[in-house]
């Protein structure tokens, strides 16, 4: 089964950072597409970010300029470096991972973001 194992959350105060790391149990070059999403109670899940395979990117209208999604394939490992952060981006993140034919999620890191 592949795992895909969240770390980095916690606590941040207003226009403060974290980083989000989301550790792979085999290459992430075998997943063309690896991604951050997050959902806070009571909202729908969004995107966060993606990454290709060939490290294309994209971000959500509400991310965009303060997140950047990374990969270290090395390390089986996709980043999330979140900077300015507001109470708004409170939410559990969770990793996701897309081969061919599967679809796999991490079970979430919890973001909160608060004075």
């Known amino acids: 089964q592949v795992q895909l194992v969240e770390s980095g959350g916690g606590l941040a105060q207003p226009g403060g950072s974290l980083n989000l790391s989301c550790a792979a149990s085999?290459?992430?070059?075998?997943?063309?597409?690896m991604g951050w999403y997050r959902q806070a109670p009571g909202k729908q899940r969004e995107l966060v970010a993606t990454?290709?395979?060939?490290?294309?990117?994209n971000y959500g209208d509400s991310v965009k300029g303060r997140f950047t999604i990374s990969r270290d394939n090395a390390n089986n490992t996709v980043w999330l470096q979140m900077k300015r952060l507001n109470t708004e981006d409170t939410a559990i993140y969770s990793c996701?991972?897309?081969?061919?034919?599967?679809?796999?999620w991490g079970r979430g890191t919890q973001v909160t973001v608060s004075s």
């Open positions: 085999r290459s992430i070059n075998t997943f063309y597409l």
């Open positions: 990454i290709t395979s060939s490290s294309i990117t």
């Open positions: 996701n991972a897309r081969s061919r034919f599967y679809m796999y």
